[in-house]
């Protein structure tokens, strides 16, 4: 998703699937202003190359969501 569909999401309290901290951080600003708690999926990728953030990938995000 792109930064102004974190925004409708969050509006429609609805849980999105973030698969790399650039999506994170759209979720993040857009939840800046939100009233209540915004929860995100998310989502790695098993291997088989479809959708997810890789390994790697998945350690540097779950890093930048504790830091929240």
Avoid: K
């Avoid at 102004?4 to 800046?32: M, P, Y």
């Avoid at 202003?33 to 540097?60: H, K, Y």
Wanted: with cysteine; proline share 6%; charged share 20%.
């Amino acid at each position: 998703f792109v930064a102004n569909e974190a925004e409708i999401a969050i509006r429609h309290d609805l849980i999105t699937f973030v698969s790399s901290s650039e999506q994170f951080g759209h979720i993040l600003q857009a939840a800046a202003l939100a009233p209540l708690p915004v929860r995100v999926f998310l989502v790695v990728d098993t291997g088989m190359g479809r959708e997810g953030a890789s390994p790697p990938e998945m350690l540097a995000l779950l890093e930048h969501v504790r830091q929240c």
